[in-house]
């Protein structure tokens, strides 16, 4: 081979394995390839929340107070007399029966109800006046407003020798239950108390009827 020809041959060569060399991978291709870093994870932005606002708590209205029961009946809160709730006087209406008109007046600010016949005792003497008369009934009994005036016959009777003369009687007033009272007195000059002949009327409205049971 001429030397010409022998020095084309080697100019091909080095050609080729120089075209070799660059296309071939390079160091670190042929150690693994270089690794490309994974893309970092997309970080979704997380709104800001909003503080909550409390709630307004709604006033709480107080209960109205109950209403008092009431009555269609006038008379539902009107309580009977007792000697606290009158004042107590006595006058002679027959010196020749001896007899005396009673009267109580309501001195106080409500009204009350007279019930009954009145509770008449003589001064030291034992025993009462007897009850002369039907009463009515407590629902019809006599309603005295403040100031009112309600009325009883007290019956004395004849001297027959039997009996005694009292110058004072007490009265209380019935009022269908246990209260303690303090007997209310008036003068009464000339009564004449005899055994079982001293009687009293129930209350009435006016004094002719007391008077003339």
């Avoid at 394995?17 to 997309?42: E, H, I, K, N, R």
């Avoid at 800001?48 to 709630?55: D, E, G, I, L, Q």
């Avoid at 008109?101 to 007279?114: F, H, I, S």
Wanted: aromatic share 4%; hydrophobic share 35%; glycine share 8%.
């Amino acid at each position: 081979m001429s030397t010409v020809r022998r020095t084309a041959v080697l100019l091909a060569s080095a050609s080729a394995l120089a075209a070799l060399t660059a296309c071939g991978p390079t160091g670190d291709d042929a150690a693994g390839g270089a690794t490309t870093p994974p893309a970092s994870p997309t970080q979704t932005a997380t709104p800001p929340v909003s503080p909550t606002k409390a709630a307004t708590p709604t006033p709480t209205k107080p209960n109205p107070k109950p209403k008092p029961a009431t009555s269609t009946d006038p008379d539902y809160d009107v309580f009977p007399c007792s000697t606290f709730d009158v004042k107590f006087t006595a006058s002679l209406a027959d010196p020749t029966s001896s007899s005396y008109l009673l009267k109580v007046t309501n001195k106080g600010t409500k009204a009350c109800k007279v019930l009954g016949h009145p509770i008449v005792t003589f001064g030291d003497l034992d025993g009462h006046a007897t009850e002369r008369g039907k009463a009515p009934a407590i629902e019809a009994a006599i309603r005295l407003a403040p100031g009112e005036t309600a009325y009883a016959g007290l019956m004395g009777g004849a001297n027959d020798g039997k009996g005694k003369t009292v110058n004072e009687i007490a009265m209380t007033m019935s009022t269908e239950s246990d209260l303690k009272q303090t007997p209310l007195k008036a003068s009464t000059p000339g009564l004449y108390v005899s055994p079982d002949k001293n009687s009293v009327t129930a209350w009435m409205n006016n004094a002719e009827d007391a008077l003339s049971l």
